[in-house]
Nanobody
C-alpha cells in the first residue's frame, strides 16, 4: 500500500515561487511514473507535470512549461514541483499521483486514469 503526502502549499503573491513536495511511503516504492495534477475552484482536475521514476523523463502541461519544474529524489522517495512566476490562475489544490502497477506509458502519463495512487492534496493560493 503506497501512501502519498503532499506539502508546501500556501498563500503566495502573484509572481512568487513555491516548491511542493510529495513524499511516498510504503514497503517498496518503485513507481513507473509520478505526476502532479491540480483542481482550481469550479474546475475539473487537470494535468500539470509528470516524471518517469527511472529515467527522470519529464512531461508538462502547456500552462506549466517554462515556469514549473518537476523533479524527484529516488533515495528519499520524494517528488517535487518547483513553481515560479505564479499567476492567479495557478490557484488550486495540487495533488500528487503515482503509477505503481501495470505498464509504463509516457503517452498516458497525462491522464488521471493512468495513476493508481493519489495524495490528499495541498492548497496553493495565489493572490494579486
Amino acid at each position: 500500500q503506497v501512501q502519498l503526502v503532499e506539502s508546501g502549499g500556501e498563500l503566495v503573491q502573484a509572481g512568487g515561487s513555491l516548491r511542493l513536495s510529495c513524499a511516498a511511503s510504503g514497503r517498496t516504492f518503485s513507481p513507473y511514473t509520478m505526476g502532479w495534477f491540480r483542481q482550481g475552484p469550479g474546475k475539473e482536475r487537470e494535468f500539470v507535470a509528470a516524471i518517469s521514476w527511472s529515467f527522470a523523463s519529464t512531461y508538462y502541461a502547456d500552462s506549466a512549461k517554462d515556469r514549473f519544474t518537476i523533479s524527484r529524489d529516488n533515495a528519499k522517495n520524494t517528488m517535487y514541483l518547483q513553481m515560479n512566476s505564479l499567476k492567479l490562475e495557478d490557484t488550486a489544490v495540487y495533488y500528487c499521483a503515482a503509477k505503481t502497477s501495470g505498464r509504463y506509458s509516457s503517452v498516458r502519463s497525462y491522464s488521471q486514469n493512468y495513476y493508481d495512487s493519489w495524495g490528499q492534496g495541498t492548497q496553493v493560493t495565489v493572490s494579486a
